[in-house]
């Protein structure tokens, strides 16, 4: 929907690649669903969840043995994203490196999209 020809939506580190494709098989899943919510101090929240049927209307992005699907809604405000799962000795988890956010809270679950007019006339040019 706000793709680029030739390019994909979002794309995902080799680790991120890893553990999508893990998730996968353990749960004989098709892939996660990458959306986006209202919700936090900043305003928007990151989904993911497991994908059991693949909606039409879904954005699907492979690499590797990695399958990530993105809602509709959230497309175009990931276009552009990449998806890393970062291990640390307290915690572990994916991260998103999102071009389209103007602000994080404080606590790093929470961001702020750029002005919807703004991201649609970024995908235009």
Do not use: W
Request: aromatic residues 8%; hydrophobic residues 40%; negative net charge.
């Amino acid at each position: 929907m706000f793709g680029i020809p030739g390019k994909q939506a979002v794309s995902m580190t080799p680790a991120a690649q890893a553990h999508i494709a893990r998730l996968m098989a353990d749960g004989d899943h098709k892939g996660l669903r990458i959306g986006v919510k209202k919700g936090g101090c900043a305003g928007m929240e990151y989904t993911m969840d497991y994908v059991t049927e693949i909606d039409p209307l879904d954005e699907v992005v492979e690499e590797g043995d990695a399958r990530v699907m993105i809602a509709p809604m959230a497309q175009m405000f990931l276009f552009g994203t990449e998806i890393d799962y970062e291990v640390s000795l307290l915690e572990a988890g994916f991260k998103f490196r999102n071009p389209n956010v103007e602000d994080a809270c404080g606590c790093g679950e929470s961001i702020k999209f750029k002005d919807v007019e703004e991201l649609s006339a970024g995908r235009d040019a």
